[in-house]
């Protein structure tokens, strides 16, 4: 009887094993940090990423569904269009001016921000991904920076000082439009400020990224990445 229940048991373990193989072989926590003395991105196994990272600054900052929000003493000061889909946000000083931003990634149809330039007159109606960057005074939204359809759209991005110059990085996981909203993170890549817009610093390899983190250990900040 033991040996029978012993024998069943080693099958449901074979059955989990082989639903879940690629999670057990291939699913791997990465940090991408900074190599001071190649002066290059290093995309590396991650030794210590388990905790979430601490951001207190998105409390007042509400996105669901699409929707994102400014909030202060629960009264709404600012919301985002009815025809924007917004997936990721941003407080931070993206543009290295000493002051911080509001950072946007928006599905829209239509190739262009919030305003289309006059000598345009045919505009792209399909559903795309943009980067919006914001500044908010007085509960107004300054538009900074705002991209026509990207070219590949950000599934998940962060703004993060990685190669501790005092300016900020644009990490952001790249994915492919085939799979509309629902964004599968094929590559991970750094962007950086120029003054009228981002240049791109470093791209990886294909691959399935996701789940961006930012921590930081011993005084480094590190962007932990799940790679499959
Ligand atoms: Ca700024
Ligand atoms: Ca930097």
């Given at each position: 009887m033991k040996g029978k229940l012993l024998l069943i048991l080693l099958f449901i373990l074979l059955v989990l094993f082989w639903v879940f193989k690629k999670e057990f072989l291939l699913s791997s926590k990465m940090v991408l940090t900074w190599n001071s003395q190649t002066k290059t991105f290093l995309l590396s196994k991650d030794k210590n990423l388990s905790k979430p990272p601490k951001n207190n600054?998105?409390?007042?900052y509400i996105l669901k569904n699409g929707e994102f929000k400014i909030t202060q003493s629960g009264n709404i000061l600012w919301e985002s269009s009815d025809d924007w889909y917004v997936t990721g946000f941003s407080f931070s000083?993206?543009?290295?001016?000493g002051l911080p931003e509001v950072s946007l990634s928006v599905w829209k149809k239509?190739?262009?921000?919030v305003d289309k330039p006059?000598?345009?007159?045919?505009?792209?109606q399909s559903e795309r991904n943009h980067f919006f960057v914001f500044q908010f005074e007085d509960k107004t939204m300054k538009p900074i920076w705002q991209s026509s359809n990207l070219e590949a759209p950000n599934c998940e991005f962060v703004v993060v000082d990685?190669?501790?110059?005092n300016k900020n990085e644009l990490v952001t996981v790249e994915g492919e439009y085939t799979s509309g909203r629902i964004c599968q993170g094929k590559y991970l890549a750094v962007w950086k400020w120029n003054g009228w817009g981002f240049s791109n610093e470093w791209r990886s390899e294909k691959g399935n990224f996701g789940n961006l983190t930012v921590k930081e250990i011993d005084g480094r900040r590190l962007v932990g990445v799940t790679v499959h």
């Open positions: 600054d998105f409390k007042d000083d993206v543009t290295n001016d239509g190739n262009f921000g006059f000598w345009v007159k045919e505009n792209d990685l190669d501790n110059d």
